[in-house]
């Protein structure tokens, strides 16, 4: 098993940036892709990105291309996720997943892990 922690989230301004990550422990980490969701509210959870086990192969949602940036680090047993130039419409709680499967990167069914969430809040 894993459990995944996010932190970092917060409220910023639109065009602004911020990095979120989520701590991993137990199992061995990089034996795992890992993923970030969101969910807006009234809103179904929506894939974000994904990253294969040593991040050689990454994947993103067309809203997030060329503004956010996956990556991870396995000594750490984190992974982050960078977003840039946010607009209001990135408002939601983000989750980080675990699956030991990329297969299928933007289906959340295939993870088999779940973080708690984190709030990102675009306002000015």
């Known amino acids: 098993q894993v459990q995944l922690v996010e932190s970092g989230g917060g409220l910023v301004q639109p065009g602004g940036s911020l990095r979120v990550s989520c701590a991993a422990s137990?199992?061995?980490?990089?034996?795992?892709?890992m993923a970030w969701f969101r969910q807006a509210p009234g809103k179904e959870r929506e894939f974000v990105a994904a990253?294969?086990?040593?991040?050689?192969?990454?994947y993103y949602a067309d809203p997030v291309k060329g503004r956010f940036t996956i990556s991870r680090d396995n000594a750490k047993n984190t992974v982050y996720l960078q977003m840039n130039v946010l607009k209001p419409e990135d408002t939601a709680v983000y989750y980080c997943?675990?699956?030991?499967?990329?297969?299928?990167?933007?289906?959340?069914?295939?993870?088999?892990?779940w973080g708690q969430g984190t709030q990102v809040t675009v306002s000015s």
């Open positions: 990253a294969s086990r040593s991040a050689g192969r990454t």
């Open positions: 137990g199992r061995a980490f990089s034996t795992y892709a």
């Open positions: 997943a675990a699956s030991t499967f990329y297969g299928a990167p933007n289906n959340p069914s295939q993870y088999d892990y």
